[in-house]
């Protein structure tokens, strides 16, 4: 059974602030994973994903992945307002059957206050 | 570089209805997978096409469905709606599969 685990929240962080944002999942073996982005409302904004063990730079954004713990993270640096949403985690199992389908966690609702 | 469209927007049927989503990929793309969302359940996948082929089928009944044709676009029935079925029906499409998936805005259905 492939489970992928998020803190439910609601974490809440100051402007100007580091938020992180925590994943893990059960299954080991050759995986992707992705960080989404779910403004209220609308739909799921790829925003990071990472394929190897180590941390992954995109601007304010920093993915971390641990294989060994089975465990997949979310940095977010100078937390503005516009960052509030909910963030997914979503898994994908690099096997011939399930490789394009996404595991979703449930979820991390985030909000930045001023 | 348009993104992927998804057509209608908002669906209201009742119970024993039928309905047709639409998904129009990010031009290139050949890989569409369907995902339901709604409060209770998460983001569920429902199927994944590629080269008009469904590769992958989530734990839905039968009566969800779908198909791809050779331009890429695809579209997802569901026959004899239940109140169950109210969600957000979301595409997503990618390069092939294993690559990146990137959303569409997503079929609202509400079923009365």
């Known amino acids: 059974q492939k489970e992928v685990e998020q803190n439910s929240g609601p974490l809440s962080v100051p402007e100007g602030a580091i938020a992180s944002l925590n994943c893990t999942y059960s299954d080991r073996g050759s995986q992707s994973f992705f960080w989404y982005r779910q403004y209220s409302g609308k739909s799921p904004e790829l925003i990071m994903f990472?394929?190897?063990?180590g941390d992954k730079e995109d601007g304010r954004f920093t993915a971390q992945l641990n294989k060994a713990s089975q465990y997949v993270s979310l940095l977010i640096r100078d937390s503005q307002p516009s960052d509030s949403a909910t963030y997914l985690c979503?898994?994908?199992?690099?096997?011939?059957?399930?490789?394009?389908?996404?595991?979703f966690g449930r979820g991390t609702q985030l909000t930045v206050w001023p | 570089k348009a993104g992927v469209t998804q057509t209608p927007r908002y669906l209201i049927k009742t119970r024993g209805q039928q309905v047709t989503l639409s998904c129009s990929p990010i031009?290139?793309?050949?890989?569409v997978s369907w995902y339901q969302q709604t409060p209770g359940q998460g983001l569920q996948f429902l199927f994944e096409y590629f080269s008009e082929t469904q590769r992958n089928k989530g734990n839905f009944p039968g009566r969800f469905s779908g198909r791809q044709f050779s331009n890429s676009r695809s579209e997802m029935n569901v026959s004899t709606l239940e109140l169950g079925d109210s969600a957000l029906y979301l595409c997503?499409?990618?390069?092939?599969?294993?690559?990146?998936?990137?959303f569409g805005p997503g079929t609202r259905l509400t079923v009365l």
């Open positions: 997503a499409s990618s390069r092939g599969p294993g690559n990146e998936q990137f």
């Open positions: 979503a898994v994908q199992w690099d096997r011939g059957s399930t490789l394009g389908r996404l595991y």
């Open positions: 990472i394929y190897s063990n």
């Open positions: 031009s290139g793309h050949r890989s």
